[in-house]
């Protein structure tokens, strides 16, 4: 038996329009249909509106081209009846000149045929007979007409449009129509010019005046006049007779064709474009009420419209809520089954009615195996069951924590895990409880974590207890004590008068809260306390008479663990220390009065000599006034002379003991603004015996207008004179020439750091210093000399730097040979004392030695 032939299937080409639309129409989904479904009617509706548009658009200009049509014609056959008339008055006027010219008239007979032609035709309003020299001859006008307009004979033509007019038809020997600008109180006139001739000679014009009212009165015809608005125009569109409708306002028209201005014009002739003729059809359309039908048509039609929108808009915004919805309840489904928390419903008698995909991960069941499962539930561990029994009818009877409830939970495979459970209840639209909804959450790393940071705290409070130092932790503004370790416990107990105490005593502003506030805030309210623990720590050393201890003070602030802004304060006990450095101090002082006493000692010799010469030059003076006293050889005036002269050698003597004592005697230290200069000349008057002793000649240079320092100025002498000293021993070892024996101390401002200074610099010719000496030069007791103690140097950078200066040494070359050294040092220009100092911390030490 044969097989039998699939059936082909038909071209959708051969089949029928309207099958291949219902074909296409079933392959559209839902939602494409119910947009064609509404776009079809609408599209429709805009169709047949379009057609009554088109339609009425079509009918509206068919009757314009009519009326234009009509306009057109209606103003030509005006037009051609005023230049009929025009001619026919041209050639009675020419015919007038002629008789002039072949002077056939004279000036009483050209009055006569005038007035006769101004009565007969009532548009002329003059005639004027006007010779070669522009001199009016004749001159006849209507009764009309006002003195000011008449022209008087034997006057001479001056207006310049009938002047120039005038020219013209002199010039050309032909007839010239003028147009004379209307007065403010006349009317508008046309102007005819046509020139007399005697033989070949011009002999004047004969100048015809039109009232253009009159033209216009007598030379429109009635029946065009009746139908349209005829008015006279010049040049310019300036009207002259007549009425002109006024053009409608385009903003004002509700439809492109809504009353069109029907308006013609064309130029009269003879004259030309000085006169036109302009006429308007007068508005025939009833406006809006006479298209009443097409609105009303738009009015159906819109309104069809939009409610096919809005029906349309409707169903769109169902549609919408729909996939709303779905993609609603989608999204809250795998919302569910990605949340890593395990929630699971249970109905009013303790059955689990819903577990989610994270529940089932946690524990390791499926949902078929606890969906619809009572207690005692898998998970539950076997050891705790009568507890989570209890737990479960506290569970159902409302009697839960908000903070939940934390138990353990065992999986599918038998581990355990910690977990804590939160429990509220499950209401359904209507309100009703149907029963009881709990998210469970898996803590079992967070106790771990816990556990550890409770080992943690554990031993950072061990430590901080066992620290050396006092630490303590208070809000600003308050007296309340958030930490104190057991130091601060052992010295100040457990309230906060301690921290406040040291805070005081530190100096440190706090500013308590205002009694008038409610609100509690303190004074660095606003301030970013996140970057208040990155700031650098403040610190001052205190003495509390109460435990007769020198404290170190260190506070800052930070941000404490509930937000507030707090203030740590370490006092650590320095008393040992501070009493370590007021001996070091104390012994320092007295190092420096040594080696000021050793100076004055090794300059003994250079002072002996140096006091020598005033001594002997006394004993010379009392020697010789005995023995002139004796041998009555003096008078008064000589011997008074001789007194005078020997106290000047006592004081210099006196002086030179007197900085002696002062340079070498023991005082509290003492700084003060002192004068440069000053400073400078003390230090010269002693180092210039050791020089003159050493036949060393001392130079010195102090810029002028050098500010004053805050200095010890025995401190600096001394220390000018001491490197002036070894700039002279460093001569006298190098063994120089006498020429080349010489030492220069300037004193010039400089700048270190970007702040002024003042720097000293001494430079002497001697041997200069060995690279080995540069090494240990400021190391104590190290000296190059074989009788000396090697505490100078030393002592003077100690002086300097507890100036807040710097010192340095430098050979000075000539080529590769050295020729003398340099010593130089700079002090820096303050006006306060500086916060730590060797004085200060002697100083208090002294008055409080702990």
């Given at each position: 038996?044969p097989l039998?032939?699939?059936?082909?299937?038909p071209?959708?080409?051969n089949l029928p329009p309207?099958?291949?639309?219902?074909?296409w129409?079933r392959?559209l989904?839902?939602?494409?249909q119910?947009r064609f479904?509404?776009?079809?009617?609408?599209?429709?509706v805009l169709?047949?509106?379009?057609?009554?548009?088109?339609?009425?658009?079509?009918l509206?200009?068919?009757?314009?081209d009519?009326?234009?049509e009509a306009?057109?014609?209606d103003v030509?056959?005006t037009?051609?009846?005023l230049?009929?008339?025009l001619?026919?008055r041209?050639?009675q006027?020419?015919r007038?000149?002629r008789e002039?010219?072949?002077r056939?008239l004279?000036?009483d007979?050209?009055?006569g045929?005038?007035e006769?032609?101004i009565?007969?035709?009532?548009?002329?309003?003059?005639?004027?007979w006007?010779?070669?020299?522009?001199?009016?001859k004749?001159?006849?006008?209507?009764?009309s007409?006002s003195?000011n307009?008449?022209?008087?004979v034997g006057?001479?033509?001056?207006m310049g449009?009938?002047?120039s007019?005038?020219?013209?038809?002199?010039?050309?020997q032909?007839?010239?129509?003028?147009?004379?600008s209307?007065?403010p109180?006349?009317s508008?006139?046309?102007?005819?010019h046509i020139?007399?001739?005697e033989?070949?000679r011009?002999?004047?014009?004969?100048l015809a005046e039109?009232?253009?009212?009159?033209?216009?009165r007598?030379?429109?015809?009635?029946?065009?006049?009746?139908?349209?608005?005829?008015?006279?125009?010049d040049?310019?569109?300036g009207?002259?007779?007549?009425?002109s409708?006024?053009?409608?306002?385009p903003?004002?028209?509700?439809?492109?064709?809504?009353?069109?201005?029907?308006?013609?014009?064309?130029p009269v002739?003879?004259?030309?474009?000085?006169?036109v003729?302009?006429g308007q059809?007068?508005?025939?359309?009833?406006?809006v009420?006479?298209?009443?039908?097409f609105?009303?048509?738009?009015?159906?039609?819109?309104?069809?419209a939009?409610?096919?929108?809005?029906?349309?808009?409707?169903?769109?915004?169902r549609?919408?809520?729909?996939?709303?919805?779905v993609?609603e309840t989608v999204?809250?489904?795998?919302?569910e089954?990605?949340m890593?928390?395990?929630?699971?419903?249970l109905?009013l008698q303790?059955?689990i009615?819903?577990?989610?995909a994270?529940f089932?991960q946690?524990t390791?069941?499926?949902?078929?195996?606890?969906?619809?499962?009572?207690?005692p539930?898998?998970?539950?561990?076997?050891?705790?069951?009568?507890?989570?029994?209890a737990r479960?009818?506290e569970?159902l009877?409302?009697?839960?924590?908000?903070?939940?409830i934390?138990?353990?939970?065992k999986?599918?495979?038998?581990?355990?895990?910690?977990a804590?459970?939160y429990?509220?209840p499950l209401?359904?639209?209507?309100?009703?409880?149907?029963?009881?909804?709990?998210?469970?959450?898996d803590i079992?790393e967070?106790?771990?974590?816990?556990?550890?940071?409770?080992?943690?705290?554990?031993?950072?409070?061990t430590?901080?207890?066992?620290l050396d130092a006092?630490?303590?932790?208070a809000?600003?503004g308050?007296?309340?004590?958030?930490?104190?370790?057991?130091?601060y416990?052992?010295w100040?107990g457990?309230?906060a008068?301690?921290h406040?105490q040291l805070?005081?005593?530190?100096?440190?502003?706090?500013t308590?809260?205002s009694d008038?506030?409610?609100?509690?805030?303190?004074a660095?309210?606003?301030l970013?306390?996140?970057?208040?623990p990155?700031?650098?720590?403040?610190?001052?050393?205190?003495?509390?008479?109460a435990?007769?201890k020198?404290?170190e003070?260190?506070?800052r602030?930070l941000?404490?663990?509930?937000?507030?802004?707090?203030?740590?304060?370490?006092?650590t006990?320095i008393?040992?220390?501070?009493i370590?450095?007021?001996q070091?101090?104390?012994?320092?002082?007295?190092?420096?009065?040594?080696?000021?006493?050793?100076?004055?000692?090794?300059?003994a010799?250079?002072?002996a000599h140096?006091?020598?010469?005033?001594?002997?030059?006394?004993?010379n003076?009392?020697?010789g006034m005995?023995?002139?006293?004796?041998?009555?050889?003096?008078?008064e005036?000589?011997l008074?002379?001789?007194?005078?002269?020997?106290a000047?050698?006592a004081?210099r003597?006196?002086?030179?003991?007197?900085?002696i004592r002062?340079?070498v005697?023991r005082?509290e230290?003492?700084?003060?603004l002192?004068?440069?200069?000053a400073?400078v000349d003390?230090?010269?008057?002693?180092?210039?015996i050791?020089?003159?002793?050493?036949?060393?000649?001392?130079?010195h240079?102090?810029?002028?207008?050098?500010?004053a320092?805050?200095v010890?100025?025995?401190?600096?002498?001394?220390?000018?004179?001491?490197?002036l000293?070894n700039?002279?021993?460093?001569?006298d070892?190098a063994?120089?020439?006498?020429?080349?024996?010489?030492v220069?101390?300037?004193?010039?401002?400089t700048q270190?750091n970007?702040?002024?200074?003042v720097e000293?610099m001494v430079?002497?010719s001697?041997?200069?210093?060995?690279?080995e000496?540069?090494a240990?030069?400021y190391?104590?007791?190290?000296?190059t000399?074989?009788d000396?103690m090697?505490i100078?140097?030393s002592?003077?950078?100690?002086?300097?730097?507890s100036?807040l200066?710097?010192?340095?040494?430098?050979?000075?070359?000539?080529?590769?040979q050295?020729t003398?050294?340099c010593?130089?040092f700079?002090?820096?220009?303050?006006?306060s004392l500086p916060?730590?100092?060797?004085a200060?911390?002697t100083?208090?030490?002294?008055v409080?030695p702990g």
């Amino acid at each position: 038996m044969p097989l039998p032939r699939p059936t082909a299937l038909p071209n959708p080409m051969n089949l029928p329009p309207l099958a291949r639309l219902q074909g296409w129409w079933r392959r559209l989904t839902p939602q494409r249909q119910d947009r064609f479904a509404m776009l079809a009617p609408l599209a429709a509706v805009l169709l047949f509106l379009a057609a009554i548009v088109a339609a009425f658009g079509y009918l509206r200009l068919e009757e314009i081209d009519r009326e234009q049509e009509a306009v057109r014609r209606d103003v030509e056959y005006t037009q051609q009846r005023l230049r009929l008339r025009l001619l026919e008055r041209q050639e009675q006027l020419m015919r007038v000149a002629r008789e002039v010219s072949n002077r056939e008239l004279d000036a009483d007979d050209f009055q006569g045929r005038a007035e006769t032609l101004i009565n007969r035709y009532p548009e002329l309003q003059s005639l004027s007979w006007i010779d070669e020299r522009k001199r009016i001859k004749a001159s006849v006008g209507t009764a009309s007409l006002s003195n000011n307009q008449l022209k008087t004979v034997g006057s001479t033509l001056h207006m310049g449009e009938t002047e120039s007019a005038y020219s013209l038809a002199r010039d050309l020997q032909q007839p010239i129509y003028a147009q004379r600008s209307a007065a403010p109180d006349n009317s508008a006139t046309l102007q005819l010019h046509i020139p007399l001739s005697e033989g070949a000679r011009f002999a004047g014009v004969l100048l015809a005046e039109y009232s253009v009212d009159g033209l216009f009165r007598y030379g429109v015809p009635a029946e065009v006049s009746a139908r349209y608005a005829v008015s006279f125009h010049d040049a310019k569109g300036g009207l002259l007779a007549g009425m002109s409708i006024p053009a409608r306002n385009p903003a004002a028209r509700l439809l492109p064709w809504d009353n069109p201005a029907n308006v013609y014009e064309v130029p009269v002739s003879p004259v030309g474009n000085g006169l036109v003729i302009r006429g308007q059809a007068y508005r025939t359309s009833l406006g809006v009420i006479g298209s009443g039908l097409f609105w009303l048509v738009t009015a159906l039609s819109a309104m069809t419209a939009w409610m096919l929108i809005a029906n349309w808009r409707h169903t769109r915004r169902r549609m919408q809520a729909q996939q709303a919805l779905v993609s609603e309840t989608v999204f809250r489904r795998a919302m569910e089954n990605s949340m890593l928390t395990g929630m699971r419903a249970l109905d009013l008698q303790g059955r689990i009615t819903y577990v989610n995909a994270a529940f089932c991960q946690m524990t390791g069941w499926n949902e078929s195996d606890l969906v619809g499962r009572t207690a005692p539930f898998p998970y539950w561990p076997e050891a705790d069951l009568d507890s989570l029994n209890a737990r479960l009818e506290e569970e159902l009877a409302g009697k839960v924590l908000a903070s939940g409830i934390q138990f353990r939970v065992k999986r599918k495979n038998g581990t355990l895990f910690d977990a804590r459970l939160y429990v509220s209840p499950l209401i359904d639209a209507h309100g009703v409880q149907t029963g009881w909804m709990t998210s469970m959450t898996d803590i079992t790393e967070p106790n771990r974590i816990r556990d550890q940071l409770s080992a943690s705290h554990e031993r950072f409070t061990t430590v901080l207890e066992a620290l050396d130092a006092s630490i303590s932790v208070a809000p600003l503004g308050s007296d309340e004590l958030l930490f104190a370790n057991k130091l601060y416990r052992l010295w100040f107990g457990t309230q906060a008068g301690g921290h406040l105490q040291l805070v005081a005593e530190a100096g440190v502003p706090v500013t308590p809260p205002s009694d008038e506030s409610l609100d509690n805030v303190d004074a660095f309210a606003g301030l970013p306390t996140d970057s208040l623990p990155d700031t650098e720590a403040e610190s001052s050393e205190v003495y509390l008479d109460a435990l007769g201890k020198w404290l170190e003070v260190r506070t800052r602030y930070l941000s404490w663990v509930d937000g507030r802004l707090a203030q740590m304060v370490i006092a650590t006990d320095i008393t040992a220390r501070r009493i370590a450095e007021a001996q070091a101090a104390a012994q320092t002082e007295r190092a420096q009065t040594a080696s000021r006493l050793i100076t004055m000692g090794e300059m003994a010799s250079s002072v002996a000599h140096e006091l020598n010469q005033p001594l002997t030059a006394i004993n010379n003076y009392c020697n010789g006034m005995v023995s002139r006293i004796k041998g009555q050889q003096i008078s008064e005036e000589d011997l008074l002379s001789a007194l005078e002269k020997t106290a000047k050698q006592a004081q210099r003597a006196g002086q030179i003991i007197q900085r002696i004592r002062s340079f070498v005697k023991r005082s509290e230290p003492n700084r003060s603004l002192s004068e440069v200069a000053a400073m400078v000349d003390e230090a010269l008057e002693l180092a210039e015996i050791e020089m003159r002793r050493r036949n060393v000649r001392l130079t010195h240079y102090v810029a002028p207008r050098i500010p004053a320092l805050l200095v010890d100025p025995i401190l600096i002498e001394q220390v000018l004179v001491n490197l002036l000293k070894n700039a002279a021993d460093s001569i006298d070892s190098a063994q120089r020439p006498t020429a080349q024996r010489s030492v220069r101390l300037r004193v010039v401002p400089t700048q270190v750091n970007d702040k002024p200074a003042v720097e000293f610099m001494v430079i002497d010719s001697g041997q200069g210093l060995a690279p080995e000496v540069m090494a240990r030069l400021y190391e104590s007791f190290y000296s190059t000399k074989a009788d000396g103690m090697g505490i100078g140097l030393s002592l003077c950078r100690s002086i300097v730097e507890s100036h807040l200066g710097r010192m340095k040494a430098e050979n000075i070359y000539n080529g590769a040979q050295v020729t003398g050294c340099c010593f130089s040092f700079w002090i820096p220009v303050t006006e306060s004392l500086p916060t730590v100092g060797t004085a200060q911390t002697t100083k208090d030490a002294r008055v409080k030695p702990g």
